[in-house]
């Protein structure tokens, strides 16, 4: 599996910013409520935008979200947190992604055990200025709260670490970074305002004290130790569940974290969807399989699968190397044995080939029933080298993954030929995917990219692909995109970003 990654920052995405406009134009109550230092990469869409909306706008913001192309996400349960929906949306200029973590309350704690909700959504929205082009709460209120977050998260290994002296300090140099950031926008006496006009749900003086105490030993980890244990106390009316639950909660989450950390991201609301691209050689199709894994990986639940050949099973493996022997075998008794022991051989060397290429058939189709269940558990399939046949019933040439003993073997005697009717059975079982992405290359930039492989091999598969998108966008139950192959790797990626995007 690869490393999902975040995209790179270059400018505002723009579909992001008239996102936030139109939010405004409608006279939706929000804010970017955390992470503001970061504010000009999350709005390139490098990090996630946490945003606070007023709970009674929460209709008007979805439909806006909606017509902007925004796609709803569903968080796995053992992450979801009351209060909180999920959106992706996409820049179609740039084919970045940006995510909205959309609050309707304030929900703070440690990673997987929020456990404290704060009555401030009201003084946040309030209290709004203009960032970068779009609200965000004044520094005193997030000041305020990102006490509260950062001595919520502190743990006792990081008062071990502080203590000791060792590795790096307990409350990391983000965190550090950002509350100096706000600091150098407030005064003592604005974050007191603030704290009355919050209704004094998070005491001035732990909030005063503990950037004093950051701000001389970033270490002092006894102290940040006790001033945690204050707060929980005074906070203790805001818990949503008694603490021993929330700890309970937070190891399971650990444990089921390194057992199944793929599950940890999110999955989207319309349900799981599998994806095929389809090429002949030297369009790109593994290149461009890796490009969307990493992109939709980056917040989706993503699988891809190979269906070709070049990842054999054992038993395929092992049926391919007793082919080779049998071959050599029959070349050697060819010049120098007798006609009859030439035929066994070769009868014995075509019915372990047919087998290969039926072993072949059922890596397959075991590959696609996984790959079902993927789908049906709310996931993302991509497919490399989605056979030919349950796609088209036309396509009686297979040279594009699908059958193969009946056009590389013969069907001269009754084992071949119940080989062969078996193979076809097991392709025409495969369901079909739920889109196919065309990747139409034409043979000379096919020959181009693989100098060797042979100019009639590769036209016949381009052939093979141009009637498939034909026949496939004549069928209703599927979608079909076409992709100009042709074209610079960075073009065709992005082509087919925006297909996939919109079968989303």
Not at 12 to 28: M, Q, R, W, Y
Not at 212 to 225: K, N, Q
Not at 299 to 314: E, I, N
Not at 350 to 366: E, K, P, Q
Request: aromatic share 6%; proline share 4%; with cysteine.
């Amino acid at each position: 599996m690869l490393v999902a990654e975040a995209p790179l920052v270059d400018a505002p995405l723009g579909s992001l910013v008239e996102l936030l406009a139109a939010l405004d134009e409608a006279d939706v109550a929000y804010c970017l409520w955390k992470s503001n230092s970061h504010l000009a990469a999350a709005l390139g869409g490098a990090t996630d935008l946490d945003m606070l909306v007023e709970r009674s706008h929460a209709d008007r913001f979805r439909a806006l979200a909606l017509r902007r192309g925004c796609k709803p996400l569903v968080a796995p349960s053992h992450d979801a947190v009351a209060g909180m929906e999920h959106y992706l949306g996409l820049d179609p200029v740039t084919t970045r992604l940006f995510h909205l973590h959309v609050h309707y309350e304030l929900v703070l704690g440690q990673k997987h055990a929020k456990n404290h909700r704060l009555p401030l959504e009201r003084a946040f929205l309030g209290s709004t200025r203009v960032l970068h082009g779009v609200r965000v709460p004044s520094a005193e209120m997030e000041l305020m709260v990102l006490v509260v977050r950062t001595l919520l998260k502190y743990r006792a290994r990081d008062l071990v670490k502080d203590v000791l002296g060792i590795r790096s300090p307990g409350v990391p140099a983000e965190l550090r970074s950002e509350i100096g950031w706000l600091l150098d926008q407030t005064s003592t006496e604005s974050m007191r305002t603030a704290a009355r006009v919050a209704g004094g749900v998070v005491p001035a003086a732990i909030v005063e004290r503990f950037t004093t105490r950051l701000e001389h030993d970033p270490r002092a980890g006894v102290a940040t130790f006790r001033l945690r244990r204050e707060l929980l106390r005074v906070l203790r009316a805001y818990e949503r569940e008694p603490r021993w639950k929330a700890r309970a909660r937070y190891a399971r989450a650990l444990v089921r974290k390194r057992r199944r950390s793929r599950d940890a991201r999110l999955r989207p609301s319309t349900g799981g969807r599998a994806i095929a691209l389809i090429g002949a050689d030297g369009s790109g199709k593994s290149t461009t399989v890796d490009l969307l894994e990493r992109w939709l990986g980056w917040k989706l639940q993503v699988r891809a699968y190979y269906l070709g050949s070049k990842q054999p099973s054992r038993r395929t493996r092992a049926l391919y190397l007793v082919f080779r022997a049998l071959r050599r075998a029959h070349s050697a008794l060819d010049r120098r044995q007798p006609f009859s022991a030439a035929r066994v051989v070769a009868g014995c060397r075509d019915a372990v080939l047919a087998a290969h290429f039926l072993s072949i058939a059922r890596d397959r189709s075991r590959r696609v029933t996984r790959s079902r269940r993927d789908v049906a558990e709310g996931r993302l399939v991509l497919f490399d080298r989605y056979p030919v046949r349950p796609l088209t019933a036309s396509a009686r040439h297979q040279v594009l993954d699908g059958p193969h003993i009946a056009s590389e073997v013969g069907t001269r005697n009754a084992l071949l030929r119940a080989l062969s009717r078996h193979e076809d059975r097991l392709y025409a079982r495969l369901p079909l995917p739920d889109h196919v992405v065309v990747l139409d290359v034409s043979p000379s930039v096919a020959v181009a990219r693989k100098p060797d492989h042979d100019v009639g091999t590769v036209t016949a598969k381009t052939d093979v692909v141009r009637e498939l998108f034909r026949e496939a966008a004549r069928a209703s139950q599927l979608q079909v995109d076409r992709v100009d192959a042709d074209q610079d790797a960075e073009a065709v990626a992005a082509d087919v970003r925006r297909a996939v995007w919109r079968g989303l």
